[in-house]
């Protein structure tokens, strides 16, 4: 992080401040820790902090007009909507045409039973079986 100004340091110094006011604060200690390590700290940290020490009424104003514009600053991780979900498989309204023609001229053609089972029980009829079909349809209806 490149700083205009690397002697002001607002976060380090709201940092100590919370640090001499809550001595033994497990947060405030973890933060500290993260800030020296890293050098900087997250969104949610920042907003953890700043929250915090809006409460505290010996935090300087313009030190949390500071940390509020960094915060600001800060990019915020958002996740787009969910596509609507399409259905897998989309029946083929021609298939469903030429399989009923054939079954009441003919209700006992068992091949064309088994694709009629596929067509209702929305399984993809391969290419093959689709010609098969259409040869069925144009030898057993005129």
């Known amino acids: 992080m490149i700083r205009k100004k690397p002697d002001v340091d607002v976060i380090m110094d709201i940092l100590e401040d919370f640090l001499q006011i809550y001595p033994e604060s ?3 200690k973890s933060l ?3 800030y020296r390590e890293r050098g900087s700290l997250s969104r949610k940290q920042l907003e953890g902090l700043y929250f915090k020490a809006v409460d505290i009424k010996k935090i300087a104003p313009n030190k ?3 940390l ?3 915060i600001k600053k800060k990019a915020v991780k958002t996740r787009s909507a969910l596509p609507a979900p399409a259905p897998l498989y989309v029946r083929d309204e021609a298939v469903g045409i030429k399989i009923k023609a054939i079954l009441e001229k003919y209700p006992e053609h068992k091949r064309v039973k088994y694709f009629l089972v596929k067509y209702e029980n929305n399984e993809q009829l391969t290419a093959p079986e689709i010609t098969e079909l259409e040869k069925f349809h144009k030898l057993l209806i005129k």
């Open 26 to 28: 497990p947060f405030v």
């Open 32 to 34: 500290l820790q993260q």
């Open 68 to 70: 509020e514009a960094v």
């Open 64 to 66: 949390l007009a500071t």
